[in-house]
């Protein structure tokens, strides 16, 4: 095929990925804008495919399809549910492939063609191969604390930081080195390849679980970056465009998350957050919480007239979506105003919540964010807390000691009544003690929040239809 | 060369101006449609797995990669429509009620 009409074929889909994210942002137009952007990679896969030089096509029709088939199971068969760990998952692939490519024009230039390297083509290829390394172990070990595959807990030890800055200094030493001899340093290369597998496990592992939606959006960042460097290899500019939009979003997901916790990124990344039991209000008299019955439950919210839901990850643990969504039907049903309260940082991914009870099929306009509903509510006669934790501790607004002071939450303590449903006293992902659950409007109903929530909603219609 | 740290450069404000302003309902969906766009490096593993220079560890190289970087095309490209799907079905929804 002619070279000006595969460049041409990239812009093209330069223009539509463009386009794609725009779209992407806005309601309306967001799932044509998912289309919009996949035609875009198809034209830029078909061009590429029409690269001079570019011969091996069973090789490459095998890849694709083998790639192809096995993306479309994961996407069709993953419960909404594991979404934030598939996503992760994903990403440390894109990241991995990075790398490899990286490796591939390495060896073709140093070993096979036997070429000099410009020293602007090694760097690139060192820093594909750092930055997608990096990606790929760190989007692994963040699929695995999401999976529970190893404790969503951080992982702390003596010398974290001072290991993890000593491998970042090396890492750029290696980018240094080899961008200043490339033909002499293939042993370097690997090196460099292995301590960026090192550094993405040593720095995703100290990290929480409830931090998890700023470390994927972070990840999602990287992946892009990895993809431009090895835009800069092949020398192409759709993959430098492409790459440079994810790296923003991700960037800029990254900041609206660590904003809505009122926390730095470098205090997300580098204080091992929750995983010291901390004290919270140290010294507070510590009082009994009280219990509650699903059928003692079940007379609060029968009398309320306006409820609020508020989400957390135990929701999606539980599965609980499909009953939450039924049960909020119930309640309105009997002319009770219902709203669901969404934390941003709720769940493990950016939008978990939204996700989830969109796929429950929770009208939007039912959602409402932190902001609007906590100057309303001490009108609210309920609060439900469904498997939420950090985002309703109160220690943010009230106890200077608390590591979540100052982190914008929802005020389920100024609700009239507030019952919260846990399955047991363990503290949440951030590990910190939470005042709500001692305050006198609060009740806590133990269980499983799926057999919680049925078991509400079943009373509820019972009175129904008696 | 510096043509493409120039785009580059230029990409980077244009992501930033693109992307600034975005529901708290689209940041799944928006997560998960950059991450299928990241797999553009694709377009990479398919030149380096397609030219074929003799060597059996290059074209096994980009083989892996372009068979991760498929999985991360596809896979997110799917996910996302399955996330939006979903968002979509609710006006019409509650229509019929």
């Known amino acids: 095929m002619n070279g000006a009409f595969v460049e041409f074929a990239y812009i093209a889909a330069a223009v539509l990925f463009i386009f794609g994210l725009k779209m992407l942002g806005a309601a309306r137009t967001a799932r044509r804008g998912n289309a919009v952007s996949a035609a875009g990679m198809l034209i830029a896969i078909a061009a590429t495919l029409g690269v001079s030089g570019v011969v091996s096509y069973p090789l490459l029709f095998a890849g694709l399809a083998l790639g192809g088939a096995l993306g479309a199971v994961a996407a069709r068969r993953v419960h909404m549910t594991a979404m934030p760990q598939m996503v992760a998952l994903f990403n440390g692939f894109g990241g991995l492939a990075s790398l490899l490519v990286g490796w591939a024009e390495y060896h073709r230039a140093l070993r096979v063609e036997q070429l000099a390297l410009p020293p602007f083509t090694a760097v690139s290829i060192y820093l594909a191969a750092l930055i997608g390394g990096v990606t790929f172990t760190g989007s692994i070990v963040a699929y695995a604390k999401l999976a529970e595959i190893i404790p969503g807990r951080p992982l702390l030890f003596r010398g974290q930081k001072a290991l993890n800055a000593a491998l970042l200094a090396a890492a750029l030493v290696l980018l240094a080195i080899g961008g200043a001899a490339p033909e002499s340093t293939y042993g370097l290369f690997l090196v460099a390849a292995a301590l960026a597998f090192a550094l993405g496990v040593l720095a995703v592992i100290p990290i929480g679980g409830a931090d998890m939606p700023v470390v994927i959006s972070l990840l999602n960042s990287y992946s892009g970056l990895a993809a431009c460097a090895a835009g800069f290899i092949i020398q192409n500019t759709v993959l430098v465009v492409a790459g440079c939009l994810v790296g923003a979003s991700g960037l800029i997901l990254t900041q609206i998350m660590c904003k809505a916790m009122n926390r730095s990124l470098g205090n997300v990344l580098f204080s091992g957050f929750g995983a010291a039991p901390a004290a919270g209000a140290a010294g507070a008299p510590r009082r009994d919480v009280q219990p509650i019955t699903a059928e003692d439950a079940y007379y609060l919210l029968e009398a309320a007239r306006s409820v609020v839901i508020v989400p957390g990850y135990g929701m999606a643990v539980a599965q609980a979506q499909h009953v939450v969504r039924e049960l909020g039907d119930l309640l309105e049903a009997r002319g009770g105003d219902v709203a669901y309260a969404i934390h941003p940082v709720a769940g493990r991914m950016p939008g978990h919540m939204n996700v989830l009870l969109a796929e429950a099929n929770v009208p939007y306009e039912k959602l409402v964010e932190p902001g609007d509903v906590n100057p309303l509510m001490s009108a609210v006669d309920v609060v439900l807390v469904i498997g939420a934790n950090d985002v309703v501790n109160p220690a943010a607004r009230e106890d200077p000691a608390s590591p979540i002071y100052g982190m914008p939450i929802i005020h389920a303590d100024e609700a009239k009544a507030c019952i919260v449903l846990k399955r047991s006293m363990a503290s949440g992902f951030a590990g910190i003690d939470n005042p709500l659950f001692f305050k006198d409007n609060a009740r806590m109903l133990f269980g499983d929040a799926k057999a919680s929530v049925a078991a509400l909603a079943n009373q509820l219609k019972e009175t129904e239809n008696p | ?97």
Not at chain 2, 12 to 41: D, R, Y
């Open chain 2, 1 to 97: 060369m510096t043509l493409l740290v120039f785009v580059f450069v230029l990409s980077v404000f244009l992501g930033l101006e693109l992307i600034s302003k975005v529901p708290s309902q689209l940041h799944s969906p928006l997560m998960s449609g950059s991450n299928a766009i990241s797999g553009i490096t694709v377009v990479a593993a398919l030149v380096a797995a397609g030219l074929d220079d003799g060597s059996r560890l290059t074209a096994a190289l980009g083989f892996l990669a372009l068979v991760l970087a498929t999985v991360n095309v596809v896979g997110g490209y799917l996910v996302t429509d399955r996330m939006l799907a979903m968002f979509r079905k609710k006006p019409g929804q509650e229509k019929s009620r």
